[in-house]
């Protein structure tokens, strides 16, 4: 049965829970969380912004490649993962670090990809977070992929599948979201958008009132959510994943945030932003709303984010310490995950390489 248009509108105005100032406002539909859990995610994103602050500085000390930094849009990243349950699945894209991070794989794990190194860090089976996609909404397909088996295979398990405003410009989140309608799958789709796709404004990628109303076309409901809210985007989340756990099937979940750095190191975002933009974004940073509100309900003390801070350092000096380590390669590397059973010609080569190898060593000309 077609579910009437009106149901799968989003809302005029994002949902907002805690606003700028740190002033709750009550909302019918979405309840605030616990502030149990918004200490928690508090903490996580005083983590997460530590995180961020670190891999910056280690692009500039040469030891990560490239850091597409989240600075500003951690409250989508905690919220992402403090929304799903153990056996859910996380599909995240090359931003998401600290959404990675803080559903459990360590941050030398997690950082291994944007160091250049040729895995990708992890076991996406151990914690059910697929491997940070680089290309744009190719991940889309794979989440939507894997809780297609989860149906056929009678699985409780939901599925989140991350993109930004530039991949909703592509064909694969046309046809990620046309198939989880279809076969009404236990998908949430959560695009962060930050107004920007590298250098290209969202006023030039869609003439759509919002990303959220795209979802119409699709049969699924949409709705918006201040991303630097992390109660709203928190309460928004677990409630499309409640729905897909329940057979209700996708939603899409559009957060409305801000890239405040440049979309990598390599990038100059001085060439097509103006800083008097870049500054609006500051007094909405989702730090300074999330502290104020709890310090308001007097849940978070001088103590309490002191002890935040020193277990953020903890954090940072890790990783640090993991970046800052010599790797020795292994030049079988090269053959030994090519195939399950190396044939006849990889293994001529690796034997060939093993000769350069020793003769280089021992100096034969």
């Known amino acids: 049965?077609?579910?009437?248009?009106?149901?799968?509108?989003?809302?005029?105005?994002?949902?907002?829970?805690?606003?700028?100032?740190?002033?709750?406002?009550?909302?019918?539909?979405?309840?605030?969380?616990?502030?149990?859990?918004?200490?928690?995610?508090?903490?996580?994103?005083?983590?997460?912004?530590?995180?961020?602050?670190?891999?910056?500085?280690?692009?500039?000390?040469?030891?990560?490649?490239?850091?597409?930094?989240?600075?500003?849009?951690?409250?989508?990243?905690?919220?992402?993962?403090?929304?799903?349950?153990?056996?859910?699945?996380?599909?995240?894209?090359?931003?998401?670090?600290?959404?990675?991070?803080?559903?459990?794989?360590?941050?030398?794990?997690?950082?291994?990809?944007?160091?250049?190194?040729?895995?990708?860090?992890?076991?996406?089976?151990?914690?059910?977070?697929?491997?940070?996609?680089?290309?744009?909404?190719?991940?889309?397909?794979?989440?939507?992929?894997?809780?297609?088996?989860?149906?056929?295979?009678?699985e409780d398990m939901v599925v989140l599948a991350m993109c930004g405003d530039g991949a909703t410009s592509e064909g694969d989140f046309h046809e990620a979201l046309n198939f989880a309608a279809v076969f009404h799958l236990p998908v949430v789709f959560f695009v962060q958008n930050n107004e920007f796709a590298i250098s290209v404004p969202l006023s030039r990628q869609t003439a759509a009132p919002s990303l959220a109303h795209k979802a119409i076309?699709?049969?699924?409901?949409?709705?918006?959510?201040?991303?630097?809210?992390?109660?709203?985007?928190?309460?928004?989340?677990?409630?499309?994943?409640?729905?897909?756990?329940?057979?209700?099937?996708?939603?899409?979940?559009?957060?409305?945030?801000?890239?405040?750095?440049?979309?990598?190191?390599?990038?100059?975002?001085?060439?097509?932003?103006?800083?008097?933009?870049?500054a609006a974004w500051v007094e909405r940073d989702p730090l300074l709303r999330s502290r104020a509100y709890l310090r308001e309900v007097g849940a978070l003390d001088d103590v309490t984010e002191e002890r935040f801070t020193a277990d953020a350092e903890r954090v940072a000096a890790a990783l640090r310490d993991a970046m800052n380590a010599e790797v020795e390669p292994d030049p079988e590397d090269l053959f030994r995950f090519v195939y399950a059973e190396r044939p006849q010609h990889l293994q001529r080569q690796w034997m060939g390489l093993q000769d350069e190898i020793r003769r280089d060593t021992e100096g034969v000309e």
Not at 91 to 105: E, L, M, N, Q
Not at 241 to 262: F, K
Request: hydrophobic share 40%; aromatic share 6%.
């Open 217 to 278: 076309g699709y049969g699924m409901p949409g709705e918006r959510v201040d991303g630097n809210d992390v109660a709203a985007v928190l309460a928004v989340l677990r409630s499309a994943v409640s729905r897909a756990r329940d057979g209700g099937g996708p939603t899409l979940v559009e957060a409305h945030t801000y890239r405040m750095l440049a979309h990598t190191n390599a990038d100059d975002d001085t060439r097509y932003r103006e800083r008097s933009e870049v």
């Open 1 to 154: 049965m077609t579910a009437p248009a009106e149901t799968l509108l989003p809302r005029d105005e994002p949902v907002r829970l805690i606003d700028p100032s740190g002033t709750l406002r009550d909302d019918a539909e979405y309840p605030t969380p616990d502030v149990a859990d918004l200490l928690a995610a508090h903490a996580a994103l005083v983590t997460g912004r530590r995180i961020n602050e670190q891999c910056f500085a280690l692009v500039r000390q040469g030891r990560l490649a490239v850091y597409p930094s989240s600075h500003g849009q951690e409250a989508c990243q905690v919220a992402a993962a403090l929304a799903l349950a153990d056996g859910d699945w996380m599909f995240p894209t090359y931003r998401d670090s600290v959404s990675v991070i803080t559903r459990g794989v360590s941050p030398a794990e997690a950082l291994v990809l944007l160091r250049g190194d040729w895995h990708g860090g992890y076991d996406p089976h151990e914690y059910r977070v697929a491997p940070q996609a680089t290309p744009l909404a190719t991940q889309l397909l794979h989440a939507v992929g894997r809780a297609h088996a989860a149906t056929l295979q009678g």
